[in-house]
């Protein structure tokens, strides 16, 4: 066995905050983190700030990846922001789903490391990730 897949590149948590009841996005993305060497922790729909910060905390993550189509985002993803600061966690959080242009600004000065849409590519998705775990990684599409 290789051991670079022995070892994880980091530990990530992927949630679905607020009433939302879509996660296949959610579920692609935790699958392509996990082939490009993460170990994924997938909370399932439907779970409040707070359950997704005991889960982030409880589990020592590296980076929190919330992913969220409801609307709800302009308060929800403050909401953990604040509480993962109070637990004392440092973990970046980011952000996928659909996120109006408008309110993305917003959402940046709040605290969030990323915010991806529709369409982004897998690419740009972990190797952002790569860079909030280990800001010397290489891009993956660097030779």
Not at 4 to 20: A, E, H, S
Not at 95 to 109: E, F, H, N, S
């Amino acid at each position: 066995m290789n051991s670079d897949r022995m070892t994880p590149k980091g530990r990530i948590v992927v949630g679905k905050v607020g009433l939302d009841g879509h996660d296949r996005g959610a579920k692609y993305i935790a699958m392509a983190l996990r082939d490009a060497g993460y170990e994924v922790i997938y909370t399932g729909l439907r779970q409040t700030p707070e359950a997704i910060v005991a889960v982030a905390v409880s589990e020592d993550v590296d980076v929190v990846g919330l992913s969220i189509h409801s609307g709800a985002h302009a308060i929800l993803i403050p909401d953990v922001i604040r509480l993962l600061s109070d637990a004392g966690s440092h973990a970046p959080v980011v952000v996928g789903g659909i996120i109006p242009t408008p309110d993305r600004a917003a959402l940046i000065d709040a605290g969030v490391a990323a915010i991806f849409g529709p369409g982004d590519a897998i690419t740009d998705i972990v190797n952002v990730i790569d860079r909030l775990v280990d800001p010397s990684a290489t891009p993956l599409d660097a030779g």
